[in-house]
């Protein structure tokens, strides 16, 4: 349901990390490996939601399983739809949900997602800094860059009205 949404992006050992979205219906919880530099990705595609584009995809290494989000605003909505395809089910990262299964979806606001995914990453960054982080994730660097261009575009496209989104903008 909407409003209802929370996510999570927790690491665990070296490598992997626990990401977990739900909202008021349900649930879904997998552990992403480090193959592919799996936050940046996604923080890429939830910034390509504000601007032009409508349509925004990002693969995540489940080993061998991948994990695909498949994201599309309307208007200031987005749907979230989260598929499986089994190993070779179909090429990597690609723009056809054949043979996939669709294991969660959700609607959402635009700016319900952006700030529950900037507060993830924040929340990421703080737990572990950018050495910790590293040491964790091992293959790549916490992507500052990515969050800062997040966090820019949803503070001043969405209107947030979380306090400390507000703040940030009146200063
Ligand atoms: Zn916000």
């Known amino acids: 349901m909407a409003g209802d949404l ?3 992006w927790e ?6 990390a626990t990401c977990r979205i739900a909202d008021g219906g349900s649930e879904h919880r997998v552990h992403v ?6 936050l940046a990705d996604l923080l890429y595609a939830v910034t390509g939601l504000y601007g032009g ?6 693969s995540f290494d489940l080993e061998p399983v991948e994990m695909r ?10 749907s979230i739809a989260v598929y499986w395809f089994p190993d070779g089910a179909t090429s990597w990262g690609s723009s056809d949900e054949t043979g996939g299964t669709l294991s969660w979806s959700s609607a959402q606001p635009r700016s319900v997602l952006g700030h529950k995914v900037v507060e993830a990453a924040e929340t990421v960054l703080r ?3 950018e050495d910790g982080y590293l040491e964790k994730w091992v293959r790549h660097p916490f ?3 990515a969050l800062q261009d997040l966090r820019r575009l949803h503070r001043r496209d969405d209107g947030c009205r979380h306090e400390r989104c507000r703040k940030d903008l009146e200063q």
């Open 11 to 16: 690491l665990g050992g070296a490598g992997w």
């Open 127 to 129: 737990e572990h800094g």
């Open 33 to 38: 490996g480090y193959c592919t530099d799996a």
């Open 53 to 58: 584009t409508t349509e925004q995809r990002v």
């Open 143 to 145: 992507p500052v860059a």
């Open 6 to 8: 929370q996510f999570s």
């Open 69 to 78: 989000w498949v994201l599309r605003r309307q208007e200031l909505d987005v």
